[in-house]
């Protein structure tokens, strides 16, 4: 005859094995979604130290004077590299309050209209390494005004360029 | 036939609870993992500083010599390379004060304000 003793013990040990395996599931699936999220967070902060360089770099000194990034874009041609924006950009964002340097890379752009074709065309600016295919870059933005001679223009007047920065960890 | 032992149930019940309090615990600290995520895009996903930018630029450029010209460069540059549409009226004197109405659309995100000079 089948022995009945014991019964309460079973079930109560299929409820706490139940009970074990839906917590291990929820723990394990969570920390799955969190790496995900992660990244993200890392990817922001960086995006607002470029954001925050490229808005230092142009706030002028004065009302008479012109900011450093509208004289660097207004003083080099199409074409041409302009260290001055590199030595000031890469202290910016890789200045720390310890010694010692951060490891933000960059490559900076800006885009400007052809008035002529209403095209947009971009004109490199500076760049502390080349952008590889594996790196993970992030692009910080801003508008400049700037008097400079573009493309379909033949005189220098008033423009809006947007300063392109895309920047890595390496 | 042998007698069901009900001896320790307060025990087993007081284990029950431990236990359930258990698998709650673990739901919130599933959710606030979710919650943490959820934020994080949304907040990456707000232009807020394309926005601000996008919004000084309009009105720093309120006095140049040549507003149709900077029009066309903040709107067509901010859709090719923002993916925004950008629309905004030229400056107009109402009561001693210059108002701009903007308009800002990057298909996620949609910006609207009545600019007013102190």
């Known amino acids: ?170 | 036939m042998a007698r069901l032992n009900d001896d320790a149930q307060w025990i087993i019940l007081m284990g029950f609870l431990v236990s359930f309090s258990f698998f709650f615990l673990a739901m919130v600290i599933n959710q606030s993992t979710v919650v943490g995520q959820t934020t994080a895009e949304s907040v990456i996903e707000f232009p807020k500083n394309d926005i601000r930018d996008v919004r000084g630029v309009i009105i720093s450029s309120m006095n140049v010599t040549n507003p149709g010209v900077v029009r066309g460069d903040i709107t067509v540059i901010s859709l090719s390379r923002k993916n925004a549409v950008i629309s905004y009226t030229s400056p107009q004197i109402k009561d001693n004060h210059t108002v701009i109405n903007m308009h800002y659309n990057n298909g996620v995100t949609e910006f609207n304000e009545n600019w007013t000079s102190l």
């Open chain 1, 1 to 170: 005859m089948v022995n009945t003793d014991g019964q309460l013990y079973t079930i109560e040990g299929f409820a706490a094995a139940l009970i074990m395996i839906a917590t291990a599931y929820l723990v394990i699936n969570a920390t799955s979604v969190y790496t995900a999220g992660d990244t993200h967070i890392s990817d922001m902060q960086l995006e607002a130290i470029g954001t925050d360089a490229l808005k230092v770099m142009d706030t002028n000194e004065s009302h008479l004077s012109k900011s450093p990034l509208r004289d660097i874009i207004e003083g080099t041609p199409i074409g041409a590299e302009n260290a001055t924006f590199g030595a000031s950009f890469w202290y910016l964002i890789n200045n720390r309050t310890q010694s010692g340097l951060d490891h933000i890379q960059y490559s900076a752009s800006y885009s400007y209209r052809n008035t002529t074709d209403n095209s947009v065309n971009s004109a490199f600016i500076n760049a502390s390494r080349n952008l590889s295919v594996g790196e993970h870059a992030v692009r910080a933005t801003k508008w400049v005004v700037v008097n400079k001679q573009l493309p379909g223009n033949i005189t220098a007047q008033d423009r809006a360029v947007l300063v392109e920065v895309l920047m890595w960890r390496d």
